[in-house]
């Protein structure tokens, strides 16, 4: 099943695969050669379109989803990003022409190609006019190197910033049912723009899986531990809409997971969740939410249900949340 992002061209699998927690952010990550089995067997299962950033690793993961995808490398879409200083995250952002142009040439290196097809400014930088970082891009699409620009995180400020130097292919930033924030101005200006949206942490970095509860613990290099909503007590609190997916999950014979993607892709027909995973069965599970259909009745009871829940914790410690939305 596929999808195309906005009015772009850009066609993509209806549910791609968000390749970061491969081997960064979520504890021990997979052995090289499981991670590039599982990226091969996800395009044995229908994925075409990858998620990757040279801030990953860093730079491990651009490596291993190259060499991945290099057999395939004309049948499937690579996404990855710019925009992070010396890929570390700690160090705030950089979206200088000259660095975005070092990243290009670095990241085509590692991912093995002579085309990035959709190049994402990661965070937007408070200190490069936005103009500039979309006008280096539209050279770098001109050049050859790069098909299409994306923003991360992006408010519709930058947004429209950007769109107006060199059309923007893709938004990609937080959404799923406990993180409905874009619904308020971002998805409204992506589909004035014609601008497609790609959903990140689409089952909120494992919550909505219902494989979690305040009982869990994480490796102690996993994001997870720094992340207010993942406190024991704002697990417990919010284990009612892992609930209220499992009873409609039942309901329809699918997974709280499933339910959870599928309810993104009924949201609008240029939305591509891409949820993240280092284990082949959860990948096919995922992969079967596309055939999942939800009917408006389904639809308005998983709203309903939801207004009665209040989702605690933010999903970000305050330094890294204040880098969003701008």
Request: hydrophobic share 40%.
């Amino acid at each position: 099943m596929q999808r195309q992002l906005g009015t772009s061209g850009l066609e993509i699998s209806a549910i791609g695969l968000g390749c970061m927690g491969l081997n960064f952010a979520y504890g021990p990550g997979l052995a090289k050669q499981d991670a590039i089995s599982l990226i091969r067997n996800a395009f044995a299962n229908g994925v075409t379109f990858f998620d990757t950033a040279e801030a990953y690793g860093p730079f491990t993961n651009e490596e291993l989803v190259g060499e991945a995808v290099a057999p395939i490398c004309d049948k499937v879409v690579i996404a990855t990003k710019f925009g992070i200083k010396d890929a570390n995250p700690s160090l705030g952002m950089d979206s200088r022409p000259e660095r975005i142009r070092q990243v290009a040439d670095a990241s085509l290196r590692r991912l093995m190609t002579d085309r990035i097809d959709l190049f994402y400014q990661h965070r937007v930088d408070p200190n490069v006019p936005m103009e500039d970082v979309a006008g280096t891009v539209k050279d770098l699409i001109r050049e050859g190197n790069v098909k299409h620009f994306g923003l991360s995180e992006a408010g519709v400020q930058s947004i429209r910033r950007a769109h107006a130097v060199q059309p923007v292919t893709a938004l990609q930033s937080e959404y799923s049912l406990w993180w409905r924030q874009p619904e308020a101005q971002v998805l409204p200006a992506c589909e004035e723009l014609g601008i497609g949206f790609v959903a990140y942490c689409p089952l909120g970095r494992g919550f909505l899986t219902g494989k979690i509860d305040d009982n869990t613990s994480f490796a102690k290099d996993d994001f997870r531990n720094l992340s207010p909503r993942f406190s024991p007590e704002a697990r417990k609190a919010n284990q009612a809409l892992v609930d209220l997916l499992g009873s409609i999950a039942q309901a329809k014979r699918a997974t709280p997971a499933q339910i959870a993607l599928a309810w993104l892709l009924a949201q609008k027909s240029w939305i591509v969740p891409i949820p993240g995973t280092t284990k082949l069965p959860r990948l096919q599970e995922n992969v079967r939410a596309a055939a999942i259909a939800l009917t408006p009745d389904d639809l308005r009871g998983i709203d309903a249900g939801q207004g009665r829940i209040t989702v605690r914790g933010d999903r970000y410690p305050p330094d890294i949340e204040a880098q969003s939305g701008r």
